[in-house]
């Protein structure tokens, strides 16, 4: 299996005005979480020392309807602003990758990109949440750890398995960018046809393509312990302040490691994905004994078919309601 991490850190590299972009939106708004999280609990605070602690249930109430508001606008940026950033730089590490040099003012290059190629963001939503149906359904079909392992198992290890298993289903969450980002070097005037032709060759090159994020994957889980063993003597000093300090100081490191996790790595893991598509892809051609074999493996492949061969318009597709491409467990990536 040849990796192609050496290639994508450097797509990478040259790609951080938008790692920096979305890492800044992320330190900024997870400064507006701490700070709007603990006026909340303040106040929660102040009115059961004031009231004799007989309107805990108001309080609560109240907490719990202001997190779901915060949570609701966080989820309506998330699937109207960043979800174009986070597209367009799919884009750039797709044109980084095929002509081996960045565009001049990459973030306005890769915006463009988006509202060209894909009109609107719930056209581009619309599309990302299809392919990643499809994604999930194929890999669950093909992608089953215990049968890609030609030995019998021993039980000590089924532990293991399940684990193995979980990080497929995660690793699958990055899968959909590297789609779009074929749709994007295609540039095929059938946007459809595009999206069905991406995912055909992802079905030649899946174990290279999948391994390679698994890998990822897996070394994620590595450096969170990594993280979390860091943390401890930070919990030794925290553990002498006053409960309500301690409170907000281990919920400002939390934000700062989310921030980091999805501002740094998880768009480092995103270029790793599509890179390795985007090289891997080039000795393929979509054809129609692969595209069988998916829609045998895929109900909502069939759609995409259909769909390509109607030349339908992808801004007519509405995505249904409550269905989200940031629902999946990583849709962070990413």
Do not use: C
């Not at 074929?182 to 055909?200: E, H, I, P, Q």
């Not at 302040?241 to 700062?256: C, D, T």
């Amino acid at each position: 299996m040849v990796l192609h991490f050496r290639e994508a850190t450097n797509v990478y590299r040259q790609t951080m005005p938008y790692v920096l972009l979305q890492f800044g939106i992320g330190v900024a708004f997870a400064l507006i979480g701490v700070i709007y999280v603990s006026l909340i609990t303040w106040l929660g605070l102040r009115f059961l020392a004031g009231d004799g602690g007989t309107g805990v249930l108001i309080v609560a109430i109240v907490m719990l309807v202001g997190l779901a508001t915060f949570a609701y606008i966080w989820r309506l940026i998330q699937k109207y602003v960043l979800y174009m950033i986070k597209t367009g730089h799919v884009a750039v590490i797709a044109h980084i990758v095929e002509e081996g040099e960045a565009p001049e003012n990459q973030i306005k290059y890769g915006i463009n990109e988006v509202k060209e190629y894909f009109v609107e963001a719930s056209a581009l939503f619309g599309v990302s949440l299809l392919i990643d149906a499809v994604l999930k359904q194929f890999n669950r079909a093909v992608a089953r750890v215990k049968e890609l392992i030609p030995l019998p198992i021993p039980s000590q290890l089924q532990t293991l398995i399940t684990v193995l298993q979980k990080s497929v289903r995660l690793a699958v969450s990055y899968l959909d960018n590297a789609i779009i980002a074929y749709m994007f070097v295609d540039r095929d005037a059938n946007r459809w046809k595009s999206a069905r032709d991406g995912l055909v060759l992802y079905g030649k090159t899946w174990k290279m393509v999948l391994g390679s994020t698994l890998l990822i994957v897996v070394s994620m889980y590595v450096l969170s312990f990594v993280l979390l063993t860091l943390l401890a003597p930070v919990a030794v000093t925290l553990d002498f302040l006053p409960a309500s300090i301690e409170f907000l100081s281990w919920l400002l490191i939390a934000g700062m490691v989310a921030v980091f996790h999805t501002g740094i790595v998880k768009p480092w893991v995103k270029t790793v994905v599509i890179t390795t598509f985007l090289i891997e892809q080039r000795e393929h051609e979509p054809d129609l004994e692969t595209r069988e074999w998916i829609a045998e493996r895929s109900d909502r492949f069939k759609e995409v078919i259909e769909k390509a061969d109607r030349n339908e318009p992808i801004a007519d597709d509405v995505p249904k309601s409550g269905d989200s491409p940031e629902s999946s467990p990583e849709a962070t990536g990413d």
